[in-house]
């Protein structure tokens, strides 16, 4: 069975970017909700349920043709939120460091220009989805999902996520996503981004 995963800080520790009761919806029902379908859609199904999300989503041509999309939804939702917690802290205003920083200097010719490459991508993204930060052919890149798509399905391992949904935002920001995306920057844990670019390097 997939569980929903504990955020790794009080509802309120991302105020005054991400509010109390945007936190509580997104964590609770949206992601709630869709730990719940996961495991309706696999109940019956031993193998698949029992897998962690990531293997799951790895080996998404195990699952049977009439689940795979319902799979690839719900699932590459748990996994992209349970990611997303952990991504973002109440330790304000960290930047990136180390090996990290350097590479994020190479591969966009510095931390601001990555930030606004990240930002462009985030604003423009037209519907709901996701901008990664991933690794690919040795390097950083940016990619996007739509929906609930996950790199992790098409075998890429994201550093750094941010959810464009607008469950993300709205209560908030209303229709101002911009001035979403620039506030979350705020929150991001790059301590975390940092432990995760060590282990795959
Ligand atoms: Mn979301």
Redesign the pocket.
Known sequence: MFTLPDLPYDYKALEPEIDEETMKL?HDK??GTYVKNLNDILSGNGDLINLEVSQLLNNIDKVPDNLRQKVINNGG?HY??SF?WQIMSGKKGQKPSGELAVTLDKDFGGIEKFKEEFEKAAIGRFGSGWIWLVKKDNKLKIMETVNGDSPITMGLEPILGL?V?E??YYLKYRNLRASYVKAWWNVVNWEEVGNRFNKWR
Request: hydrophobic residues 25%.
């Open positions: 997104h949206h992601h939702q992209n939120h997303f959810d949904w469950h993300a």
